[in-house]
């Protein structure tokens, strides 16, 4: 569904990603690698976040960045850099009005999605006051109403406690949209269909969890 071709990303005239060539069609995948190895940049250009210095990503044989931008939702680490309104009801509502949906539209998704997370509670909640994990069940929620076919988390328990962490990892494991998942926390991958490690801006490794997460950690030793 995903294809990189040839795609390279330089900042500040230095290589941050070098000659990724890839096609994702798997239904779970997770990405791992040291600190400041590319993650980030790799999972930022699924979704039009970044842009390729050169090569080209195309979703379904389009390489239009309004398709990527449509049908591809991004979860950051803090749910702070995208919850913008006062208000969850509204905040929820920010995109689909941007998309000029009728208002019986807009309020049967955001129902759809808080009955689906069990957040109904909070429609009514200043989005300041609350906790950060019903922040992150809200961002996530202001994703799904776009009706993404792919959602990239950028590590997106890394802020939470044991408790959210484990909740937010049930809602994802009961998405039905396709899912990135870039993760420290490697157990919460072994599960997923591929595991992709990179390293020093290319993939190094590719393949089944169990086995790309062990060589991971051996190179770490
Ligand atoms: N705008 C920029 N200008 C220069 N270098 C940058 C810029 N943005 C990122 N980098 C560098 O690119 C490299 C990869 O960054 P990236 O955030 O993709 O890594 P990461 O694997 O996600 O790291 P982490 O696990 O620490 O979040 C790092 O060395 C970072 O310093």
């Known amino acids: ?22 096609d994702l069609n798997e ?15 790799f999972a930022r250009l699924f979704n039009g976040l970044e842009k390729p210095s050169s090569g080209s990503i195309t979703l379904e044989g389009s390489a239009e960045l309004k398709d990527l931008r449509r049908k591809v939702g991004f979860v950051f680490q803090n749910p702070d850099n995208q ?15 941007n ?18 997370f069990q957040i109904e509670h909070l429609k009514d909640r200043l989005t300041h006051q609350l906790s950060g994990g019903e922040r992150q069940m809200v961002a996530l929620a202001g994703v799904l109403v776009m009706q993404p076919q792919m959602i990239v988390f950028d590590e997106p328990t890394t802020l939470l406690d044991l408790w ?35 390293e020093a801006g290319r993939i190094v490794g590719d393949g089944e969890p169990n086995a790309v997460i062990g060589d991971y950690i051996a190179r770490s030793l």
């Open 83 to 97: 919850i913008v309104y006062p208000i969850v009801d509204e905040d929820l509502a920010f995109g689909l009005k």
């Open 99 to 116: 998309l000029k949906l009728p208002s019986a539209t807009i309020k049967e998704r955001i129902t759809e999605v808080m009955a689906r």
């Open 164 to 198: 959210n962490k484990k909740r937010l990892m049930r809602a994802i494991a009961d998405l039905k949209e396709h899912v990135v998942l870039v993760s420290h926390d490697l157990d919460l991958l072994r599960e997923f269909d591929r595991v992709i490690h990179i």
């Open 27 to 41: 239904k779970r995948i997770g990405i791992i690698g040291r600190n400041g190895s590319g993650k980030s940049t």
């Open 1 to 22: 569904m995903l294809s990189f071709s040839q795609v390279v990303v330089e900042k500040g005239g230095r290589p941050i990603l070098s000659d990724i060539n890839i």
